[in-house]
Structure formats: structure tokens, C-alpha cells
């Protein structure tokens, strides 16, 4: 299949590739199928793309590589509804906040995108965490 999107030119998917987040998300909650690619100019960064709006997409970071000791434990209701078994088929991302100064980038770490990527299913979680910010920096500066 073929999707072609407003800013990323055109993304070849197949059906395996859609990611389905029943309740959608928090701002598109009537966008329920996304497909996952990596951005061309920067695979630190991926985008989380509705097939259903070609005008929807999201940057997205593997939280890891910003915080080392990022954790928090995934609530047993979206374990289930996720269907998750295994911890091995668990992605964790988070958006990401774009700026023309790449020193004021920030990532939402206190709302995660859970994706089981063995059930292709997925669902944005509110952290209830004092520690992790809306807006926390991508890229440490010794000026901030």
C-alpha cells in the first residue's frame, strides 16, 4: 500500500506494518491507524503517521537515549489491553517538540507511546510522576 504524506513524500506499508491505537491519541482521538518510519535526515528520530489523515504525523525518540534511568511501570489495564506478554515486544517512544534551535528540542516523557509491537497495538500513556516532564531537553547544553 502506499501512503502519501504531506511532508514525508510517499511511505510504501503493508497491512503487518499499521499499528492500531484503538483510543487514539490524545489531540486525534478519531485516528486509530498509524504506520512507524525512521526520519530520513536524522534516524534518531521516527515518525508515528496516520494512514487515515496524510496530514498527521508525529517525531517521535526512543526515550533511552535522552535519560538513562528513564523507567516506570506499565499499569496491568494497559498491559491487557495491549495485549502484552512478553517484555521483549514492548516499544516505548516519546514525542518529540521540533525547534529551529536544536538546543531547545524537548521530549514529552511524561506521556509515552506504549506499542506492542508483536500485536501491532499501541496507546499514549499519562505518566502520574512527578519526575518526567511535558517538556524536558533533548540535548544537554553547559549554557542551560
Known amino acids: 500500500m502506499e501512503l502519501v504524506t504531506k511532508y514525508h513524500g510517499v511511505r510504501e506499508y503493508s497491512?503487518?506494518?499499521?499499528?492500531?491505537?484503538k483510543k487514539g491519541l490524545p489531540g486525534f482521538k478519531e485516528l486509530k491507524n498509524f504506520?512507524?518510519?525512521?526520519?530520513?535526515?536524522?534516524?534518531?528520530?521516527?515518525?508515528l503517521h496516520s494512514i487515515e489523515d496524510t496530514g498527521v504525523g508525529l517525531v517521535l525518540v526512543d526515550p533511552?537515549?535522552?535519560i538513562a534511568d528513564y523507567e516506570f511501570k506499565i499499569?496491568?489495564?494497559?498491559?491487557?489491553?495491549?495485549?502484552?506478554?512478553?517484555?521483549?515486544?514492548?516499544?516505548v517512544l516519546t514525542t518529540v517538540t521540533l525547534n529551529s534551535n536544536i538546543e531547545d528540542m524537548t521530549t514529552n516523557l511524561k506521556a509515552?507511546?506504549?506499542?506492542?509491537?508483536?500485536?501491532?497495538?499501541?496507546e499514549?500513556?499519562?505518566?502520574?510522576n512527578d519526575k518526567y516532564k511535558i517538556k524536558q531537553l533533548l540535548f544537554k547544553s553547559d549554557n542551560k
Not at 499499569?75 to 516499544?91: A, F, G, M, N, Q
Request: glycine letters at 2%.
Open 64 to 66: 533511552f537515549t535522552t
Open 112 to 122: 509515552p507511546i506504549i506499542i506492542n509491537i508483536k500485536e501491532n497495538l499501541g
Open 15 to 21: 497491512a503487518e506494518d499499521v499499528i492500531v491505537f
Open 75 to 91: 499499569p496491568d489495564t494497559y498491559i491487557k489491553e495491549l495485549e502484552i506478554v512478553r517484555s521483549e515486544d514492548v516499544l
Open 124 to 128: 499514549q500513556l499519562i505518566l502520574d
Open 35 to 47: 504506520i512507524i518510519f525512521p526520519l530520513e535526515s536524522n534516524e534518531v528520530f521516527s515518525i
